[in-house]
């Protein structure tokens, strides 16, 4: 599991700024959208306003930026 993570990871990095970001996002909103069916509730719009919040939020800060 640690291997899957580390190699996760990596890419992950290798990811510009733009596609860290996004990426990122999509993984909220997608995240998010599977808890809301979960529980049975529709989470859909939320999901998409939180999943763009955080893709503006990553590529502001950049937090893969080194230094």
Do not use: C, H, K
Not at 41 to 48: E, I, N, P, Q, T
């Amino acid at each position: 599991m640690s291997d899957l993570y580390n190699r996760l990871d990596q890419w992950l990095r290798a990811r510009s700024r733009a596609e860290y970001a996004l990426v990122t996002g999509v993984m909220t909103a997608a995240i998010m959208f599977g808890i809301g069916i979960a529980i049975g509730r529709s989470l859909g719009s939320d999901a998409m306003v939180v999943g763009l919040t955080m893709t503006v939020v990553y590529y502001w800060l950049n937090p893969n930026e080194n230094g």
